[in-house]
């Protein structure tokens, strides 16, 4: 029995020891795990800030989502845009950044001006009125049986020229009213969209793909409520003067919009 025991254990022993380089074998073809998150593929990372010169931020990093995905993370601070992925895309996105941050690549802003004006059956034109308009409302003069004006309001708005960005701005301003009237505040709302901006050899053509022009005149003793309300395209060189429209605030009298672009360089 003794002998029988000793030779089994002998058997065991010598299978262990011959399976002991397949063991090891297979250990070594075995897929490493991944690290964890947090792990060494955090240390791949890399962090740089980008100061644009000509650029807004937010067009540029929309680019980099579309071309990058999700392996280029970007936050924006001011004119800054802070990127963090790995050094081979980060030399890519330094590159791009570096080709499209240039004069030639500039998407100008535009500032749209509407000079809001009171045309009265008598009178001049008033000292209010800027001289760079003083043109249009001699056409104006010519075109309506209104003789007087002043200007009520400067409505001045900003908007981009990328595709079909918004802009709007509201306001108030006080219509002209005789010694016994009460004194009336209108209020206006100008919204404008899907401006551009083209360069000729002549200067610069702007378009804009609505320009909408709002304003509530409300009523008074012996003077009915007036809204002025117009939605139009507009096409003009920069700093060329067109008329919006015109509308009664109530009065024999009436409102006149006048309006002008200028490229922001």
């Given at each position: ?5 000793i030779?089994?254990?002998?058997i065991?022993?010598?299978?262990a ?10 250990a070594s073809n075995a ?10 593929a ?20 929309a680019?980099l989502?579309?071309l ?5 993370r ?18 890519s996105v ?14 100008p802003d535009?500032k749209?001006v ?9 009178g ?7 001289r ?6 001699v ?14 309001d ?7 020229t ?22 009336r ?9 899907g ?9 610069y ?25 117009v ?19 109530g009065t024999?009298?009436?409102?006149m ?8 360089k």
């Amino acid at each position: 029995m003794k002998r029988n025991r000793i030779a089994a254990l002998l058997i065991a022993f010598l299978l262990a020891f011959a399976l002991l380089p397949m063991v090891a074998s297979a250990a070594s073809n075995a897929p490493s795990a991944k690290p964890e998150s947090g792990g060494q593929a955090s240390l791949s990372t890399v962090v740089r800030s980008f100061k644009l010169k000509y650029l807004r931020p937010r067009p540029l990093v929309a680019t980099l989502a579309d071309l990058y995905g999700p392996g280029v993370r970007t936050s924006v601070a001011n004119d800054t845009i802070i990127v963090r992925t790995t050094p081979e895309l980060m030399s890519s996105v330094a590159h791009l950044i570096a080709q499209r941050d240039t004069a030639e690549h500039v998407s100008p802003d535009l500032k749209i001006v509407v000079y809001l004006l009171y045309g009265s059956r008598k009178g001049e034109i008033g000292e209010s009125v800027p001289r760079m308009i003083i043109p249009a409302v001699v056409q104006l003069r010519k075109t309506f049986a209104f003789q007087g004006y002043q200007l009520l309001d400067t409505v001045t708005l900003r908007t981009g020229t990328m595709g079909s960005t918004q802009a709007q701005t509201t306001g108030s301003f006080l219509l002209p009213s005789a010694a016994k009237e009460p004194v009336r505040s209108a209020t206006y709302k100008l919204v404008v969209e899907g401006a551009d901006a083209n360069k000729t050899k002549d200067g610069y053509s702007i378009s804009v793909g609505l320009i909408h022009l709002s304003a509530f005149f409300p009523a008074a003793p012996h003077i009915s409520a007036g809204h002025f309300d117009v939605r139009t395209t507009m096409s003009l060189k920069e700093g060329q003067l067109a008329v919006l429209g015109k509308t009664s605030d109530g009065t024999p009298n009436a409102v006149m919009a006048v309006v002008t672009a200028e490229v922001l360089k």
